[in-house]
């Protein structure tokens, strides 16, 4: 069965940097379009990074444009989202999403990302 595993967050002080890893079994990861979604405390879910199935085309919301990265590893069936310059709202639960040839998508158990001094 399908499995994302997301692992990574933790605390990080403002002006600093994490990487998310998003571990995924059970199924082919190279047929998969890859995304990264957060959810902060009493807001509602948003996307943050998509990568297609080949690695080519990232696709970053306005607010994390230039501070993070996603990318994907298909040999190891991970996806990434590197994150610098990290500001106190960037806290949120981020959230590891496949699409595997349009069925989906598919939701890891998240990952807690805490900006704070």
């Known amino acids: 069965q399908v499995q994302l595993v997301e692992s990574g967050g933790g605390l990080v002080q403002p002006g600093g940097s994490l990487r998310l890893s998003c571990a995924a079994s059970?199924?082919?990861?190279?047929?998969?379009?890859m995304s990264w979604y957060r959810q902060g405390t009493g807001k509602e879910r948003e996307l943050v990074a998509t990568?297609?199935?080949?690695?080519?085309?990232?696709n970053y919301s306005d607010s994390v444009k230039g501070r993070f990265t996603i990318s994907r590893d298909n040999a190891r069936s991970t996806a990434y989202l590197q994150m610098n310059s990290l500001k106190p709202e960037d806290t949120a639960m981020y959230y590891c999403?496949?699409?595997?040839?349009?069925?989906?998508?598919?939701w890891g158990q998240g990952t807690q990302v805490t900006v704070s001094s």
């Open positions: 999403n496949a699409v595997i040839l349009g069925l989906g998508p598919y």
């Open positions: 059970g199924f082919t990861f190279s047929n998969a379009a």
């Open positions: 990568i297609s199935m080949i690695g080519g085309r990232p």
